[in-house]
């Protein structure tokens, strides 16, 4: 019970990133970018049709695997494909729906602050969040072998 509360909580505590989320991923998918792929735990989750992609959104996406915006995850693999990604995006949703806007903030906050204050650090390897999405795909990695 307590955790049902909690998690509707946390989608409303989300949802003003989760918001710009699902019209960045509609918007793509409009132009049939994106494909939506379906709800797991609390991720909307939606494919990136690489092959498809404006030469520009290409360059971006060669970086990445995945992101997530809110409680919406990108992936340029299919869930069921790529189940430590999905671990790792969805670690990034739990972030949110603690911290809502404050995530994304302090996300760019501590890149910012690795790039001008730090040397040895690396501003999206080392951050936190990056850190701890990381982990949950180790966790995921190592649940799958065993
Ligand atoms: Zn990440």
Redesign the pocket.
Known sequence: MMSKVKNILGWLWASPVTFFGIMYASLMMIFRYYRWVGKFDNSLVWYCEYDRLPMIFKKMWKKWSG?AIGNVIVMRSYPEENPTLLA??QQ?VRQVMRMGVFQPIFYMLIMIAIKWGTTNLEPYYDNP??LD?RSESFKKRSELIN
Do not use: D, K, L, M
């Open positions: 992101h790792h995006e990034h969040f990056e999405a």
